[in-house]
C-alpha cells in the first residue's frame, strides 16, 4: 500500500454530493419499484384476484404419439391404444372416501389404490389422483353416466404403448417406461423432460430419438378445480417417427411357435445383407405389462426368475459354440494347407495327448475321414488333430476374422462380445500357460470358447453367401407418419473371411451333406428339395466325467447340467435367402433338441415366402389391417 | 494477525439481522413455493436452503475476518482467479436449461459468473487506489477498469447469460462513475454503449430475443415467453391489498408460475401476502442498502468507501432487476432475489458482499492495518 496514508485517507466532503445523489436514486428507484406495486395490487387488484380466480391460464404439455414399428412389409408390430383412467381431483370433491364409495356401489369390481387408505395422496391438490387405471369401456361409461353424482371425478384418456405380438418381440422391440434418474443425468439424454417416456430396451431405446417426437403445449382456461373449461391457443404436438425394421412378422410368429422349449432363443438372418429376419429369446415377458408401470407383483415375479426373462439371449448369452465351430477349423486348416480335401485321418475313438485322453462321440471310432465326412459325421478327433496342428493362436486369428470374440454392432443394447481364447489372454487373464489339452477343447468349441447366438448365425451367413461379413441390422429405415423415408440404414460390410472361396465351397459342400447325408448329423432338415445346408452341436455345460457313458439319457441328468443343442442352417444352399440359429438351452443333442425347430421354421418360410409370393401374403394370412405397403424388394 | 480490540467493538450488528430476517422470511415463502411439489426421497428446496445458507454465514465470516485492505491488495489475483474459473466452466460446465452456468466441484454445484460481481469490484478498487491522485478519471485511465470488465462480461456472453452480462456492465458503470469521471470520458462511454446495443441483437440467442420482444409485448405470445410475465402479474395483483394468505395462493399452488422457487419466488410472496407483505420487504431491502451506503460514507478510506459502496450496489441491482422482472417493467433474465431466491451461488455470493460492507464497518476507527 504505497501511497496509503498520503493519499488514502477519506476527505468526508469529498463525496459527500455522490452519496446524495446515490441515495436519491436508490430512493427513487424504490418509489418506483413501490408504485408499480400499488399499481398491480391496489389499483388492479381485483381485476387480478378475478383473472386469477375465473380465468386461469395454464401451459400444458401435449404428449405426442410416439412413433410405430413395422415390419419388413410394412404391418405393425407397434403402435398406440388409448387407455382410460379413472382419476379423482381431491380439491373438487368434498369427500374422497365418499367418491370411492360410490363408485364401488356403481361398479362392484372398482378397487381403490393402496396409497389412497393413508391420505398421503390426498394432502393438497388440484393434481388429479389415479385411482384405477386401464379401465374397460363400460366403467368408462359409468362414470360419465353418473358425473354429476361425483363431482372430481374424472377420466384420463392416455395413449399407451401396444406391442401386438406380445412375448413373441419383447426382445428385439424392448418396452417403454418414464425415464429414471440415472438417465435424466445422463449425457444421451440431456434433451429429455422428467416424466418423459422413453425406449428402455431394444428398438425402443435404440431408436428413441426418432420415436419419441415433440411435445406440442396448450393454453388452456382451468377453473378453480383446475378442470379444463377451454383451450385458447394450441401448437400441436409433433408425432414421432415410424421405424420400419427388417423383422418379418410372420416368420417371427413362425419363429415364435416354433420354439417350444422353455429358454433358448432363435434367430433368422438374411445372409445377403445382414438383416434379422426374426429374433426370439425365452423365456420372455409381456412388454404391454409395462405399459402404465409395471405391478410390484410383476416385477418381483420376472426379476427373481432364475431364468433371466429379460435377458436377449440371442445377443447377451454365451455358448459354446461346440461343433459349429468345426467347419471355421476346417477352413482355416484349408487356407493354412495343412490339409486338403482328400487327405483323410484316422480317428479311432480317442485322442491322447499328454496324458489326457479326448474322447470322440463316437465311441467305437470313425475310421478314416476325409474332410467332407469329418464334418459330415462331426467328427471330435479329426478336428482335434487339426486343431493342435494349427495352435491356439492361429485358431483365434481365424475365429476373430470370423466374427467371434468381438460384438457385432447390432444396433439395440446389450450385445455381449463371446471369448476367443489365446495364449495371450490366458496369460494376462490367469498368468499361466496355455495348454495344448487346451487347445484340443477349442478345437470342438468347447473349453474357453464362447460366442453369442447372433455371432454364429452371422458367422455361418457368411459362409454360406461367399464370404462377406455383415454387421447385423434391424433396422431398415425411419419413416414420417406420411410414409416418406426420412433416413434409410444401409446394409454394412464389416469384412471378408479370411479364406478363398473354393475353400468356402468344400466346407458348404460338406455342411450340406450334414443334413443331406444318410449318416449326417442334421438329419431332420432333410427335405424333400435336399436344399438345407447346416451343422448340429452340442455345448457341454458341465463335462462329464471319463468314464461316463455317452449313452446316457440327457433326461437323467438334472436340467441344470444337461447340454446346450445347438442347430444353425442356411437355405436354398446354393444361394441362400435365409441363415437360421436356434439354441435350446439344457436340450440335449442338437440334431434331436434343435434341428426340428429350425425344420419348421425353414418349411415355414419356403412355404409361405419363396413358394407364394410375398405380395399374396400380405392380403392372404396376415390378419393386421393395419398393413399399408407391399413387399419392397 | 492481531485483532484489534476496536474491531469487535464496532462490529456492525445491524446487518446481519437485516439480512437473517430476510433469509428466515425467505425460507417461509420457500416453504409454501414448494408445498405443492412432491418430493419423494428428495430434500425439499426450504430444507437445501438452509445449508446454503449455513455456508453463506461461514463465508460472511471469512469475509468480515480478513482485512479488506489486504483483500484490495490481492485485488488482481482474487480476480484472476475466480476469472479461471469462469474459463475452466467455458471448457468443462455444465449445461442446463440450454447455458452453461454451473460448474461441478466434487458433488458441489456453483456459479463462477456469481463471484466475479465480487472480485471485479475489489480488483476496481485496487486500480483505483493504486492511481488515486484526487482528480476524476479521464480516458486513458478508463482502459484497464474496460478490460477488467469486458474480459469477464464477454465470457459470460458466451454461456450465454444475458442477464448476468448485464449486471456486470451495470455495476461497472454505477461504479466508475461513482469513483469520478471527466465528462468527456462519460460522454464517450454512452456513446460507445449505445453503438454496441444494435450489435448486441446478433449477439443474442433465439431465446433471448423473444424474452425482450416479449417484454415489450407480452400479450403477443401468450403461450411462450410472455406467459411467464403475464402469470407474474396475475400473482401479484391478485395479492391485492392484504394477501390471499400463507399457503393459498392459487398462482403458486396450481403452479402457474414459472422457477417459482428461484426466479420467482416474490411472486409466491406477493400473491400470498399482498401489498403490506411486500412493502415490509421492500423497507427492509431499502434499510439494507441505506445502511451500506452509510458504512460507505463512513469509511475510514478511500478503498474501504469503495469496497462498501460495490458491494452495497450488488445487493441494490439483484434487488431491482429481480423485483423488476417479476413486476413486469424489466425482461425476463435470470437473476435471483437476494436471500429469498433458492440457490446456493447466489447466496454465498451475497453474504460474502454482506461481509465485505461489515468488514468496512467494524475497521472505521482502525488506522493501521
Not at chain 1, 410372420?250 to 426374426?278: K, R, Y
Amino acid at each position: 500500500m504505497p501511497n496509503h496514508d498520503k493519499l488514502n485517507r477519506q476527505d468526508p466532503s469529498f463525496f459527500k454530493t455522490r452519496f446524495v445523489i446515490v441515495g436519491c436514486l436508490i430512493f427513487f428507484a424504490f418509489c418506483l419499484l413501490g408504485g408499480r406495486v400499488w399499481y398491480l395490487q391496489v389499483l388492479r387488484g381485483d381485476e387480478l384476484r378475478t383473472r386469477s380466480e375465473n380465468n386461469r391460464i395454464r401451459v400444458e404439455e401435449i404428449k405426442p404419439l410416439r412413433g410405430l414399428i413395422l415390419d419388413r412389409y410394412g404391418a405393425t408390430l407397434v403402435d398406440n391404444h388409448p387407455s382410460f383412467d379413472i382419476a379423482v381431483i381431491p380439491q373438487e370433491t368434498e369427500n374422497v372416501g365418499r367418491a370411492v364409495e360410490l363408485l364401488h356401489e356403481f361398479s362392484r369390481d372398482f378397487c381403490p389404490p393402496a396409497t389412497l387408505a393413508d391420505g398421503t395422496a390426498l394432502r393438497r391438490g388440484y393434481t388429479p389422483v389415479t385411482l384405477e387405471r386401464d379401465v374397460s369401456w363400460e366403467k368408462v361409461a359409468l362414470v360419465e353416466t353418473y358425473s354429476t353424482m361425483l363431482p372430481g371425478v374424472i377420466i384420463d384418456v392416455v395413449p399407451v404403448r401396444n406391442y401386438t405380438m406380445g412375448d413373441a418381440t419383447a426382445h428385439a422391440l424392448g418396452y417403454v417406461g418414464e425415464i429414471s434418474r440415472n438417465e435424466l443425468q445422463s449425457p444421451a439424454y440431456r434433451d429429455y423432460r422428467r416424466g418423459a417416456i422413453v425406449g428402455k430396451s431394444g428398438i425402443e431405446r435404440t431408436m428413441d430419438r426418432y420415436l419419441r417426437g415433440k411435445s406440442g403445449g396448450a393454453q388452456v382456461e382451468v377453473n378453480v378445480a383446475g378442470r379444463t373449461l377451454d383451450v385458447l391457443a394450441k401448437v400441436d404436438a409433433v408425432p414421432g417417427l415410424n421405424v420400419v425394421t427388417t423383422l418379418d412378422k410372420g416368420l417371427q410368429q413362425a419363429c415364435w411357435e416354433a420354439f417350444d422349449s422353455p429358454a433358448g432363443s432363435v434367430v433368422v438372418m438374411d445372409p445377403n445383407d445382414g438383416s434379422i429376419l426374426a429374433m426370439v429369446s425365452k423365456p420372455s415377458y409381456d412388454p404391454n405389462l409395462f405399459n402404465r408401470g409395471i405391478s410390484e407383483a410383476d416385477w418381483e415375479r420376472f426379476s427373481s426368475d432364475p431364468r433371466a426373462p429379460f435377458k436377449n439371449r440371442a445377443l447377451s448369452a454365451h455358448y459354446p459354440p461346440a461343433s459349429l465351430i468345426k467347419p471355421l477349423i476346417a477352413a482355416a486348416a484349408l487356407d493354412q494347407g495343412l490339409i486338403t480335401g482328400e487327405e483323410t485321418i484316422m480317428c479311432l475313438g480317442s485322442l491322447s495327448v499328454g496324458d489326457r485322453t479326448f474322447r470322440c462321440w463316437g465311441r467305437k471310432g470313425h475310421g478314416a475321414l476325409n474332410l467332407y465326412q469329418a464334418i459330415v459325421r462331426s467328427c471330435d478327433v479329426y478336428f482335434y488333430t487339426l486343431g493342435l496342428q494349427m495352435g491356439i493362436d492361429v485358431i483365434a486369428e481365424y475365429a476373430y476374422r470370423f466374427g467371434l470374440g468381438k460384438v457385432t454392432g447390432v444396433e439395440i443394447a446389450g450385445e455381449r462380445p463371446g471369448l476367443v481364447p489365446s495364449t495371450q489372454w490366458k496369460r494376462q487373464r490367469f498368468g499361466e500357460p496355455w495348454h495344448r489339452g487346451e487347445t484340443v477343447s477349442v478345437s470342438i468349441g468347447q473349453g474357453f470358447l464362447s460366442a453369442t447366438p447372433l455371432q454364429l448365425v452371422r458367422f455361418y451367413a457368411a459362409m454360406t453367401n461367399g464370404g462377406v461379413l455383415y454387421q447385423p441390422r434391424l433396422v431398415e429405415r425411419v419413416e414420417s407418419p406420411g410414409g416418406d423415408i426420412v433416413e434409410s440404414f444401409p446394409a454394412i460390410e464389416q469384412g471378408r473371411l479370411p479364406v478363398s472361396r473354393e475353400h468356402l465351397e468344400q466346407v458348404k459342400r460338406a455342411l450340406w451333406g450334414a443334413v443331406n447325408e444318410p449318416r449326417g448329423t442334421g438329419k431332420a432338415l432333410l427335405r424333400k428339395e435336399r436344399d438345407v445346408c447346416g451343422k448340429t452341436g452340442t455345448a457341454q455345460v458341465i463335462s462329464m466325467p471319463d468314464d461316463d457313458d455317452d449313452g446316457e439319457k440327457q433326461k437323467d441328468i438334472p436340467y441344470r447340467f444337461r447340454d446346450h443343442a445347438l442347430f444353425v442352417c442356411s437355405v436354398p444352399c446354393d444361394d441362400p435367402l435365409i441363415t437360421v440359429m436356434v439354441v435350446v438351452e439344457h436340450g440335449g443333442h442338437g440334431g434331436s433338441a434343435a434341428a426340428p425347430i429350425a425344420r419348421k421354421i425353414v418349411d415355414w418360410y419356403m412355404e409361405n415366402r419363396v413358394m407364394r409370393a410375398p405380395e399374396s401374403i400380405m392380403t392372404g394370412s396376415y390378419d393386421d389391417t393395419s398393413t399399408r405397403r407391399s413387399h419392397e424388394d | 494477525m492481531k485483532i484489534d480490540r476496536r474491531v469487535l467493538i464496532n462490529f456492525d450488528w445491524i446487518l446481519p439481522m437485516l439480512v437473517l430476517l430476510l433469509c428466515g422470511i425467505g425460507l417461509v415463502n420457500l416453504y409454501s413455493a414448494g408445498s405443492n411439489i412432491d418430493y419423494g426421497n428428495v430434500t425439499p428446496h426450504y430444507v437445501r436452503q438452509l445449508y446454503w445458507i449455513g455456508l453463506g454465514l461461514v463465508m460472511m465470516v471469512v469475509a468480515f475476518s480478513i482485512d479488506y485492505r489486504l483483500m484490495v491488495r490481492y485485488g488482481y489475483v482474487l480476480y484472476t482467479l475466480s476469472l479461471m474459473l469462469l474459463l475452466v466452466l467455458f471448457v468443462c460446465g455444465e449445461v442446463t436449461h440450454g447455458s452453461q452456468r454451473w460448474l461441478t466441484l466434487g458433488g458441489f454445484t456453483m456459479q463462477p459468473s456469481e463471484l466475479i460481481k465480487l472480485t471485479m469490484i475489489i480488483a476496481l478498487v485496487k486500480y483505483v487506489d493504486d492511481r488515486y491522485e484526487g482528480t476524476s478519471f479521464g480516458l486513458s485511465d478508463l482502459f484497464t477498469p474496460f478490460l477488467l470488465l469486458l474480459v469477464p462480461a464477454l465470457l459470460i456472453l458466451k454461456q450465454p447469460d444475458l442477464g448476468t452480462a448485464f449486471f456486470l456492465v451495470l455495476l461497472f458503470l454505477s461504479f466508475v462513475l461513482f469513483a469520478g469521471i471527466r465528462m468527456k470520458a462519460f460522454l464517450f462511454l454512452c456513446a460507445s454503449s449505445l453503438a454496441l446495443l444494435p450489435g448486441l441483437w446478433f449477439v443474442m440467442k433465439d431465446y433471448q430475443k423473444e424474452r425482450l420482444v416479449m417484454f415489450l409485448n407480452p400479450e403477443h405470445d401468450p403461450l411462450g415467453a410472455g406467459y411467464h410475465i403475464i402469470q407474474s402479474i396475475i400473482a401479484v395483483g391478485s395479492g391485492g391489498l392484504i394477501g390471499k394468505g400463507y399457503l393459498k395462493g392459487t398462482q403458486s399452488q396450481l403452479k402457474f408460475l414459472p422457477e417459482q422457487q428461484t426466479d420467482f419466488v416474490f411472486s409466491v410472496f406477493a400473491e400470498e401476502w399482498g401489498f403490506i407483505g411486500v412493502i415490509v420487504v421492500l423497507v427492509i431491502f431499502l434499510s439494507l442498502i441505506l445502511w451500506g451506503l452509510n458504512v460507505a460514507r463512513r469509511a475510514r478510506d478511500y478503498s474501504g468507501l469503495l469496497v462498501a459502496y460495490g458491494a452495497t450496489m450488488i445487493f441494490f441491482f439483484f434487488l431491482f432487476i429481480n423485483i423488476g422482472m417479476i413486476l413486469g417493467i424489466l425482461p425476463v433474465v435470470g437473476i435471483p432475489l437476494p436471500f429469498m431466491s433458492y440457490g446456493g451461488s447466489s447466496m454465498v455470493v451475497l453474504m460474502m458482499a454482506a461481509g465485505l460492507i461489515m468488514n468496512v464497518s467494524m475497521r472505521r476507527f482502525v488506522l493501521q492495518p
